[in-house]
Structures are given as structure tokens and as C-alpha cells.
């Protein structure tokens, strides 16, 4: 990924003129072109890393896995998050990891984290480097230096079990390498999340992440049956069949911890053949609600649709689903919703269309496959476009929720009412727009994206906005992240979301598996 943007430089998305025509007259934003800072140019704070403590780790993992040049820790200097990539803007000083270690094997893991106990040096577990929500930042705290615990060597299909449809990946393994990896031998793990071409296993599981395929497939937590992880007080192998009743599940204590229990190196996962057939159908509903009443329809009655989403009428308005199109067109005056179904040719069929007669039934219209393979072919893509926003003096920005049916459309404008609110008090208006991707019989997640002008100080303009946004959450009934993860971005509303007693049970677990907290600190727990 590049250093200061989302992801392939070659992939990059200049503002088309309907998206340079949509920000002057919506936003009064004039974009324009600014200058590029070059890697070599940014200044870091120096490492703190003591020499006897980078000679005694070197020793662990080898000389060259690990780094302290300035190229190595810059690239592991954040995520991706708006807020991030505004800070790489900055020539300077900026933060970053001490050093960057690449280990090999479980047992280097275990010995690199026995020393970083005993010398008081924060340890990051580092996968794809795509969190949104401060997961990976190098925070120090209390600790004498930081470093970032890179996994890319764990990069192997462990084993296939062809007849139970399971595999063992190790962490490091990216997205992409997964369904190669698979593919080989006839399978998918179907899990594609909007980071998946660069982000990891162990990412997707400490994330407890969603991909866009989990009406059909579940999350990343529904797929998972064992997993390792290395502690600094030993080894978690967990996950002996496909379902015990021997106490609580102690898969779901590192599934979701963002690092700060252990670091995952092996994930055992839920695989299945690759698809024989994808059926495709877009539709348009008159609104939202229309369109969240059908939706709602399809996942109880179970008719097995892969993908199940539905734009809101700003969202459709700016053609934001089709990436490849944003404000050249409007697709339809109504929401767009998008079904796809994957599988053997007569059950994908059978579910294609049950699924219609349920759709048309709640008022949808059919609008033929083009524009749902236009979702399917630029769903990767929209992340690139942020990035030509923000240096053309835009702000881009998205954030996400999940609530119950019942009370999904309040959520909803409460949210939006207090992204709007909080951003006209900065100057600007703002587009704020919403999509339903991932769906359960008794709710549904909000995917908002946000965009206004850049005014002041557009960091402290978008905590104010996320801030308030985060709070609307909070006190509308809404969870404070499906998907993104708490990172350090969510973690002052996780009391309010687990409660005091919850709190004092994730210190407890803490303390048990990190006593010294060195373990990515600063994140999940307050």
C-alpha cells in the first residue's frame, strides 16, 4: 500500500468532472491540486528503542527482520483512516514505531514478547495496515519504546480438509493470497470486506470484520473454528470441533481483540467450493424504508441471497454504489439495492427467485443485472476516490453502526442529523450518505459516507463530526462499531457499550494474558 494513501498507487482515482460539478455546487468546494509529499522528506520522531534493546530482539527474529530505518517505520507509522492519512500530510515530526519486526515462527513471537515484557516495550501486531479506527497506531503510554509486530512471513496454507470444508491459514496471509491459496484446490472463504485486497487472516479475525458477501456467508466470526494465539504467559491453540458445550467459547475472546490479548497466528476457518454460478439483479425501491422493509423480508424469510444491500437516496442519487460512475449519472430517483446469489446453477436460481418474488412483493422494481455487476466490479474501489477527495480539499470520511429492524430509521437520522449539524458549525455542508450491507433476521448494520469541505483544521473538524456522530450512536440504541473495530478511535464509548461490569471483565482478561499490557495498548479497553 502506499505510504500516504489507501492502497495501489496504479489504481488511483482522479476526480471526475460530475465529481468536481458535485462538489462546487453541493459543497462549494473548488477542488484543486496539491503538491505530493515525497516519503524520503517526512521527518520522524527518532527511535526510542534503547541499542541493547534492538541488538537483543535482532537476535531473536535476525538482523534483517528488524528495522529501524525511517522507509520501515513510516509505512507502519498509522492505518487508514481519514484522520491518518491527513496526518501524513505533515512533514513533520510525525510518530511512528521504535522499529519493525518481522518474526518467523511462534516461538520467536513468544520470545520477542517475553522480552518486551521484562524491558517495558509496547508491542503492535501489524497485518494489512488497513484500520480506520487507530488499531494500529504506536502508542508508548507508559512503555519506553513501541514496536510494530509485522506478520507478513506467516504466509501459508497450513492444510485443507477437502471433506470436513475447513482450512488452517496463518495470519499474514492477505486477502487475495487466501482465495488463491484456496482456489487451488477448488475452494473460497467468500469473506470480502472493502479492505480485502490488502488486509490479512489474523486482521479480519482480530477485527471480528464483515465482508460484503455475509447475507450469504457470515462474518469472519461465523466462519471461524480454531485459531493460535501467542500470549506473553503462553499459547492459546482453540477450536476442537465444530460446536462444545465445554463452557464459554474462549475462540470469542481473541476473535475481536484487536491484539491486545495475543497475537493470532493461525486461523482454522469454514471454506466451501468455489461457486458453480453468480446470479445477478439490481433493483430500485420508491425510499428507504421501502427498501429496508424488503430487505428485512428476504433475511426472515431466508431465501439465502449472498449479497443483500441497499442504498439510501443520497447515496443512489450520486451513483455512489457504481464506483466506476460517481455523479456522471442517476441510476434511478428511488434507492438502489443490489442482490447477488452464488452457488450451483439450481440453487442459485431457486434462491434468485424467491428472493424477486419477495422484492416485488414489498414494491422493488427491477433494473437488470448491469447495475449490480457494476457494484461487484468497482466494490474495492471507493476507498481510492477518498483519497483524490482529501487532496482536492474535500473530506471524506465513513463510519458505521448496526441496530434492530425496529429501530434502524431513527438511528439513521439521528446520525445523519448530527453529522450535519456538527459540520455546519465548521462552515461547511455536508452529503451525508448511508447503505445497509450486511443484514440478520433481527437487524441491520448503517454504513454512512460523509463529505463537506475542508475548513480550518480538518483533523480537529472531523473528530468534532465523529465525536458527535459517536454519541448520537451511543444514545440512539446503536452498537459502536459492526464492523470497523474500537481500535482507539472507539474506545472512550465502549463503557457505554458493555457497561462498567463488562469493562472490569476485559481487564481481568488482561491481566491474566498481557500482565504487563505491553500488548498494542491504548486500544479496545478504557
Given at each position: 500500500?502506499?505510504?500516504?494513501?489507501?492502497?495501489?498507487?496504479?489504481?488511483?482515482?482522479?476526480?471526475?468532472?460530475g465529481?468536481?460539478?458535485?462538489?462546487?455546487?453541493?459543497?462549494?468546494?473548488?477542488?484543486?491540486?496539491?503538491?505530493?509529499?515525497e516519503?524520503?522528506?517526512?521527518?520522524l520522531?527518532?527511535?526510542?528503542?534503547?541499542?541493547?534493546?534492538?541488538?537483543?530482539?535482532?537476535?531473536?527474529?535476525?538482523?534483517?527482520?528488524?528495522?529501524?530505518d525511517?522507509?520501515?517505520?513510516l509505512?507502519?507509522?498509522?492505518?487508514?483512516?481519514?484522520?491518518?492519512?491527513?496526518?501524513?500530510?505533515?512533514?513533520?515530526?510525525?510518530?511512528?514505531?521504535?522499529?519493525?519486526?518481522?518474526?518467523g515462527?511462534?516461538?520467536?513471537?513468544?520470545?520477542?514478547?517475553?522480552?518486551?515484557?521484562q524491558?517495558?516495550?509496547?508491542?503492535?501486531?501489524?497485518?494489512?495496515?488497513?484500520?480506520?479506527?487507530?488499531?494500529?497506531?504506536?502508542i508508548?503510554?507508559?512503555?519506553?519504546?513501541?514496536?510494530?509486530?509485522?506478520?507478513?512471513?506467516?504466509?501459508?496454507?497450513?492444510?485443507?480438509d477437502?471433506?470436513?470444508?475447513?482450512?488452517?491459514?496463518?495470519?499474514?496471509?492477505?486477502?487475495?493470497?487466501a482465495?488463491?491459496?484456496?482456489?487451488?484446490?477448488?475452494?473460497?472463504?467468500?469473506?470480502?470486506?472493502?479492505?480485502?485486497?490488502?488486509?490479512?487472516?489474523?486482521?479480519?479475525?482480530?477485527?471480528?470484520?464483515?465482508?460484503?458477501?455475509?447475507?450469504?456467508?457470515?462474518?469472519?466470526?461465523?466462519?471461524?473454528?480454531?485459531?493460535?494465539?501467542?500470549?506473553?504467559?503462553?499459547?492459546?491453540?482453540?477450536?476442537?470441533?465444530?460446536?462444545?458445550?465445554?463452557?464459554?467459547?474462549?475462540?470469542?475472546?481473541?476473535?475481536?481483540?484487536?491484539?491486545?490479548?495475543?497475537?493470532?497466528t493461525?486461523?482454522?476457518?469454514?471454506?466451501?467450493?468455489?461457486?458453480?454460478?453468480t446470479?445477478?439483479?439490481?433493483?430500485?425501491?420508491?425510499?428507504?424504508?421501502?427498501?429496508?422493509n424488503?430487505?428485512?423480508a428476504?433475511?426472515?424469510?431466508?431465501?439465502?441471497?449472498?449479497?443483500?444491500r441497499?442504498?439510501?437516496?443520497?447515496?443512489?442519487?450520486v451513483?455512489?454504489?457504481?464506483t466506476?460512475?460517481?455523479?456522471?449519472?442517476q441510476?434511478?430517483g428511488?434507492?438502489?439495492?443490489?442482490?447477488?446469489?452464488?452457488?450451483?446453477?439450481?440453487?442459485a436460481?431457486?434462491?434468485?427467485?424467491?428472493?424477486?418474488?419477495?422484492?416485488?412483493?414489498?414494491?422493488?422494481?427491477?433494473?437488470?443485472?448491469a447495475?449490480?455487476?457494476?457494484?461487484?466490479?468497482?466494490?474495492?474501489?471507493?476507498?481510492?476516490?477518498?483519497?483524490s477527495?482529501?487532496?482536492?480539499?474535500?473530506?471524506c470520511?465513513?463510519?458505521?453502526?448496526?441496530t434492530?429492524?425496529?429501530?434502524?430509521?431513527?438511528?439513521?437520522?439521528?446520525?445523519?442529523?448530527?453529522?450535519?449539524?456538527?459540520?455546519?458549525?465548521?462552515?461547511?455542508?455536508?452529503?451525508?450518505?448511508c447503505?445497509?450491507?450486511?443484514?440478520?433476521?433481527?437487524?441491520?448494520?448503517?454504513?454512512?459516507?460523509?463529505?463537506?469541505?475542508?475548513?480550518?483544521n480538518?483533523?480537529?473538524?472531523?473528530?468534532?463530526?465523529?465525536?458527535?456522530?459517536s454519541?448520537?450512536?451511543?444514545?440512539?440504541?446503536?452498537?459502536?462499531?459492526?464492523?470497523?473495530?474500537?481500535?482507539a478511535?472507539?474506545?472512550?464509548?465502549?463503557?457505554?457499550?458493555?457497561?462498567?461490569?463488562?469493562?472490569?471483565?476485559l481487564?481481568?482478561?488482561?491481566?491474566?494474558l498481557?500482565?504487563a499490557?505491553?500488548l498494542?495498548?491504548?486500544k479496545?479497553?478504557?
Open positions: 500500500m502506499k505510504w500516504n494513501a489507501w492502497g495501489d498507487p496504479a489504481a488511483a482515482k482522479p476526480l471526475s468532472a465529481i468536481r460539478s458535485l462538489l462546487e455546487q453541493a459543497l462549494g468546494v473548488t477542488p484543486s491540486e496539491q503538491s505530493e509529499l516519503a524520503d522528506t517526512v521527518q520522531t527518532p527511535s526510542a528503542l534503547a541499542t541493547a534493546d534492538r541488538e537483543a530482539l535482532s537476535t531473536i527474529v535476525g538482523a534483517e527482520n528488524c528495522g529501524v525511517d522507509h520501515a517505520r509505512l507502519r507509522a498509522g492505518g487508514k483512516s481519514t484522520p491518518d492519512l491527513l496526518r501524513r500530510a505533515d512533514p513533520g515530526p510525525q510518530d511512528a514505531p521504535d522499529a519493525v519486526l518481522t518474526p515462527s511462534d516461538d520467536e513471537i513468544a520470545e520477542v514478547l517475553k522480552y518486551c515484557s524491558h517495558r516495550i509496547a508491542v503492535v501486531p501489524f497485518g494489512g495496515g488497513t484500520s480506520v479506527v487507530g488499531g494500529v497506531d504506536p508508548r503510554g507508559e512503555f519506553t519504546a513501541a514496536i510494530s509486530l509485522d506478520l507478513r512471513r506467516f504466509d501459508q496454507l497450513h492444510y485443507l477437502d471433506v470436513s470444508g475447513e482450512a488452517e491459514l496463518g495470519a499474514g496471509v492477505t486477502g487475495p493470497e482465495e488463491r491459496l484456496l482456489g487451488e484446490h477448488g475452494f473460497s472463504l467468500g469473506h470480502f470486506p472493502q479492505s480485502f485486497q490488502f488486509a490479512t487472516i489474523g486482521g479480519f479475525a482480530a477485527t471480528r470484520s464483515s465482508g460484503q458477501d455475509s447475507a450469504g456467508y457470515g462474518r469472519i466470526n461465523d466462519m471461524i473454528r480454531g485459531l493460535r494465539a501467542v500470549t506473553p504467559v503462553g499459547i492459546l491453540d482453540l477450536g476442537r470441533a465444530p460446536a462444545s458445550a465445554a463452557g464459554p467459547d474462549l475462540r470469542e475472546l481473541i476473535v475481536g481483540s484487536e491484539g491486545v490479548f495475543g497475537v493470532i493461525r486461523v482454522r476457518l469454514r471454506i466451501h467450493p468455489v461457486p458453480e454460478t446470479r445477478y439483479e439490481a433493483w430500485s425501491f420508491p425510499d428507504f424504508d421501502a427498501g429496508a424488503a430487505l428485512r428476504v433475511v426472515q424469510t431466508g431465501t439465502g441471497a449472498t449479497v443483500l441497499l442504498s439510501d437516496e443520497a447515496e443512489t442519487g451513483n455512489l454504489a457504481t466506476e460512475h460517481i455523479g456522471e449519472q441510476i434511478t428511488g434507492c438502489l439495492a443490489v442482490t447477488l446469489f452464488e452457488g450451483a446453477l439450481a440453487h436460481e431457486s434462491r434468485h427467485a424467491e428472493t424477486r418474488a419477495l422484492l416485488i412483493e414489498h414494491g422493488a422494481t427491477s433494473l437488470g443485472e447495475p449490480a455487476r457494476a457494484w461487484e466490479a468497482g466494490r474495492f474501489g471507493a476507498p481510492y476516490l477518498r483519497d477527495l482529501l487532496a482536492g480539499g474535500a473530506l470520511e465513513t463510519l458505521e453502526t448496526a434492530t429492524w425496529s429501530n434502524l430509521s431513527a438511528l439513521k437520522a439521528a446520525v445523519t442529523e448530527a453529522l450535519t449539524t456538527a459540520l455546519a458549525e465548521t462552515g461547511t455542508p455536508a452529503l451525508v450518505m447503505h445497509i450491507s450486511h443484514v440478520y433476521p433481527t437487524g441491520a448494520s448503517l454504513y454512512f459516507t460523509v463529505v463537506a469541505g475542508q475548513r480550518g480538518p483533523l480537529d473538524q472531523w473528530h468534532k463530526a465523529k465525536v458527535a456522530a454519541e448520537a450512536i451511543v444514545r440512539s440504541g446503536g452498537t459502536i462499531t459492526h464492523h470497523h473495530a474500537v481500535g478511535d472507539h474506545r472512550p464509548w465502549m463503557k457505554a457499550e458493555v457497561g462498567e461490569l463488562g469493562v472490569q471483565v481487564r481481568a482478561v488482561k491481566a491474566s498481557d500482565p499490557g505491553i498494542n495498548p491504548g479496545l479497553i478504557p
